[in-house]
């Protein structure tokens, strides 16, 4: 079993390291992944995406694909990547303490 | 990762589509896409058919072929009839649609938008007497194949 830690507490995360427990995220935790993966603040465009990820996956029970995020979460392909420059669903899921999506687009 | 891996991770890749199909065309848009997905490096080179999905003309026009695919496992002279392809083209797309699977235009534009380089080959271009303005406005140029080396510097190569 993995943990990292976040504000000085391990916490338990699956094998592509993100959140194991939805319960152990909140927007503090957040910030801290985000920091983890060279996202120094998150401002209201992340936010965006990042609720948009969350209220997908707790509508579906999977997170978007990049397209659906294109079309849907009112942020563009370009602006995505530069507000998630190592992969907008990857990362976007990981830091909103849900499962990586599972799509292949 | 949190499992142990001793191999280096994929950074970066150069995918090569040759064939203007709907089966030659996708699997390569769909390792660009997937590869800048997960934060890998991607460049796209179109050559020979492959070029169709690119060319402003032909890019909205692509299908599966119907005839000399024993995949289709349908009888040649069945699939030698008019509109034939249209239909088995038209079906597969509603399938993919499904699977959030853009048509080719939205495609290359999304891939393009996610960083991914789009070039057309310089051998097929002359071949098939073309020029820059046939080709849709994501493509980022025309390249000789020494710079399509050069581009792949540090680059896994893939030809499809």
């Known amino acids: ?105 | 990762m949190t499992e142990e891996n001793i191999f280096e991770p994929i950074k970066k890749v150069s995918i090569i589509v040759s064939k203007g199909t709907l089966d030659g065309v996708y699997p390569g848009l769909i390792m660009a896409n997937g590869a800048r997905m997960e934060g890998i490096e991607a460049n796209l080179f179109f050559t020979f058919f492959g070029m169709d999905a690119i060319t402003e003309k032909s890019m909205d026009h692509i299908h599966v072929a119907t005839v000399g695919n024993p995949a289709m496992h349908i009888p040649t002279f069945l699939g030698a009839l008019p509109g034939m392809s249209a239909f088995a083209t038209s079906k597969m797309m509603k399938e993919m649609e499904k699977l959030d699977i853009p048509p080719v235009r939205e495609f290359i534009e999304m891939i393009h938008d996610a960083g991914c380089k789009i070039f057309a080959c310089k051998a097929s271009v002359d071949m098939f007497h073309l020029k820059k303005e046939d080709f849709c406005k994501d493509v980022d140029d025309i390249i000789t194949v020494g710079q399509f080396y050069e581009e792949s510097a540090g680059a896994n190569i893939i030809f499809t």
Not at chain 1, 21 to 26: H, K
Not at chain 1, 44 to 55: E, S
């Open chain 1, 1 to 105: 079993m993995s943990t990292i830690e976040l504000a000085g507490k391990q916490i338990e995360v699956d094998s592509d390291g993100n959140l194991k427990n939805l319960n152990d995220w909140n927007e503090e935790t957040a910030s801290e992944i985000a920091k983890l993966e060279g996202i120094e603040k998150l401002t209201d465009r992340h936010w965006l995406v990042i609720n948009f990820m969350r209220k997908e996956f707790m509508e579906k029970g999977d997170g978007p694909t990049v397209r659906r995020l294109t079309k849907e979460s009112g942020v563009g392909t370009k602006e995505l990547y530069a507000l998630f420059p190592k992969g907008p669903a990857k990362k976007a899921a990981r830091i909103g303490g849900i499962p990586k999506p599972k799509g292949c687009i």
